[in-house]
C-alpha cells in the first residue's frame, strides 16, 4: 500500500475559497419497483479538493453514478445541491460543462466514425479542445487513429473513453468504474493513466469503484458509500487506521500450545485455534510488533517451533466490512 499527501495545487482557474466539489445534502428519490419510492442518493454531503483523486467505493446500486450524473447536471437531484468550482450544477450548466470531464458507465459511441474523427466531433462542442493526436498519443492509441471503437479491445475502449472525456482539457475528470470488466494488466495501465492525468496533468479526479485495491491506490481520499449515504470518508490510510480493527497474526507450531499462553500475550484480542489438523493459530493483536517477539519468547521457553508465521494487516476490505456489515462482493 502506499502512503499518499494531498498535494492540492491551487488551479489557477479555480475560484477563490471553492473546493472542485460541493455536494450538500443531496437526495435523489426513485420509484420502487415494488411500489412506492426510496432515496437512490440519501442525504449526501462531501467536498472534493482541487488537486485530489477521490475515490467513490460502494457495491452495486449503492448511488454511485446517480451521485456523479447529479455533479455532472446529466440528472436532476430530488433535493440538494451541487457545484464544481463554485458552479451550480443546474443554474451554471453552461460554464460548469467547459471545465468537466465526463466518463459515463456505459458510453456508446457513433459506430462509424474514427477514434480521430470522434474526438475532433467532441472537440467541436467546446470553445477550445486539445487535438485528437495528442489525445490518442497519450493513451497509446494514435497507431490506432482510423480504427472504430468496436475494432478496439477492452482496456483499449477503456482507455479510449478516458481521453474522450479530456478533449475540452477540463479541471476535473469523473470516471464512472474506469476498471470494471478488464484484466489485471489492463487494469494496472489504466491506473497508470489516471495518475498521470492527475499528477501530470493536474486535474482533480473522482472516480467510481466496485474495487478496494483500486480506491486505495488511486484515491487520496475514500468515501464508502452504501444505499445512497457516505459510511465513511477518509484517506486510505486514516480508514484503515480508525476503522479496519485488529491485524492477524497466523502461525502452525510442531505441538499444541497450552490454552494460557497465548492469550496472555501483549496487544492480543483474540485467538483462534485452525481445527485443520495441524496446530495452527490464528491470533488477533492491536500491534503485531508487540505480540510476535514476545511470541517467539514464549516459544523458546515453553518448547515450542513457530512455522509459517504470516501477519495479515487489515485492508479497506476490513473496513467497508465493519461499516457496512458485510463483505463489498456479495
Ligand atoms: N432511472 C432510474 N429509475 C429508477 N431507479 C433507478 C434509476 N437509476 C438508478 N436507479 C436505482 O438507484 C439505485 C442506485 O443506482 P446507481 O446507478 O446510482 O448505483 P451505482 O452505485 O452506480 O451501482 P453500480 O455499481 O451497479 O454501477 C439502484 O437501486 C438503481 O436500481
Ligand atoms: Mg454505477
Known sequence: MTTQTITAPISPHGEAGSPAVRVEHLVK??????????????????TVATGEVLGILGPNGAGKSTTLEII?????????????????????????????????QASSYFAYLTLEELLTLFGSFYPKAIPAEELLDKVGLLGKRKALVGQLSGGQAQRFSIVAAMV?????????????????????????????INDEDGKTVVLTTHYMEEAEELSHRVAIIDAG????LDTPVGLIGSLAGDHAVS???HRAIEDDGLEALPAVTGVRAKANGVHSYELS???????????????SVRRFEVADLT??????????LNVTGRSLRD
Do not use: C
Not at 74 to 92: E, W
Not at 229 to 232: G, V
Not at 311 to 320: K, M, R
Open 251 to 253: 502461525f502452525s507450531a
Open 72 to 104: 455532472e447536471g446529466l440528472q436532476r437531484p430530488t433535493s440538494g445541491s451541487t457545484s464544481v468550482f463554485g458552479l451550480d450544477s443546474i443554474a451554471d450548466n453552461a460554464a460548469m460543462k467547459t471545465r468537466i470531464g465526463v466518463q459515463l
Open 311 to 320: 501477519v495479515h494487516a487489515p485492508t479497506l476490505e476490513d473496513v467497508f
Open 29 to 46: 428519490t426513485y420509484p420502487h419497483p415494488d411500489g412506492g419510492t426510496f432515496n437512490a442518493v440519501d442525504d449526501l454531503s462531501f
Open 229 to 232: 449515504r457516505i459510511q465513511a
Open 285 to 299: 493483536t492491536s500491534s503485531p510488533r508487540d505480540t510476535v517477539p514476545a511470541l517467539f519468547q514464549m516459544a
Open 168 to 196: 475540452n482539457d477540463p479541471d476535473i475528470v469523473f470516471l464512472d468504474e474506469p476498471t470494471t470488466g478488464l484484466d489485471p494488466q489492463a487494469r494496472r495501465n489504466l491506473w497508470e493513466l489516471v495518475r498521470s
